[in-house]
């Protein structure tokens, strides 16, 4: 079974301050997302990436940055955190590039921004 | 328009129900068609997964598409409380080269 693991359920963090989200997928999948989801606009797409070193800007990438130095992590940071990146972040990851295979999502990370 | 549309309910249903939930769409290249599950504060779950117009039955769940119509459903038979989820449409295909286009998903509640 493919895995996909997020590095905190819960995360509590203040304004201004960097924040950084991990995912690991143990499956050797080239692509991986970081998406967030609020009630009632859905999923979005912040970043996303195709392979080690590359990135790709989603939908809403401002106020965030991504790192990807090893095929299996994907990080998703926070430069200088605010109130309205309070939100569920939910990191995915599919085997190759152009794959219309399905995503496999982590379990989330709720940031709550004070 | 929005690219994907699907109800946000909330919807409620007694437990044994049938149950249909729905996204219309507005790109027709679209060609492969998902439904995730996502429980409360957890991550969405594959649920269903089809590709391009018809039927797919997986136990109590049947998925279909109508591309002549881009509107596709999720039906649930017999329908129990452990149903009780959000339910996420999610498509792909025409270019959007690995991203999956989702619906803002469906909260179901089955009573007891």
């Known amino acids: 079974d493919v895995k996909v693991t997020q590095s905190s359920r819960y995360l509590v963090k203040r304004t201004g301050e960097k924040v950084f989200l991990e995912c690991v997928q143990d499956?050797?999948?080239?692509?991986m997302f970081w998406y967030r989801q609020d009630p009632g606009l859905g999923l979005r797409l912040i970043y996303f990436s195709y392979d080690v070193k590359m990135k790709e800007k989603g939908d809403i990438p401002e106020g965030y940055s991504v790192s990807r130095e090893k095929k299996e992590r994907f990080s998703l940071i926070l430069e200088s955190a605010s109130t309205n990146q309070t939100s569920m972040y939910l990191c995915a990851s599919t085997p190759h590039w152009g794959s219309t295979d399905t995503q496999y999502f982590g379990p989330g990370t709720r940031l709550t921004v004070l | 328009q929005k690219e994907v549309e699907q109800d946000p309910g909330p919807l409620s249903v007694p437990e044994g129900a049938i149950v249909s939930l729905n996204c219309t769409y507005s790109n027709s290249a679209f060609q492969y068609f998902m439904w995730y599950r996502q429980y409360s504060r957890k991550g969405p779950e594959l649920l269903m997964y089809t590709y391009s117009s018809g039927n797919k039955e997986d136990g109590r769940f049947t998925a279909q598409v109508d591309k002549s119509s881009k509107y596709i459903s999720l039906f649930i038979r017999d329908s129990q409380p452990s149903d009780s989820a959000t339910y996420l449409c999610?498509?792909?295909?025409?270019?959007?080269?690995?991203?999956?286009?989702f619906g803002k998903g469906t909260k179901l509640s089955v009573k007891p």
């Open positions: 499956m050797d999948h080239e692509n």
């Open positions: 999610a498509m792909i295909g025409g270019g959007s080269q690995g991203n999956l286009i």
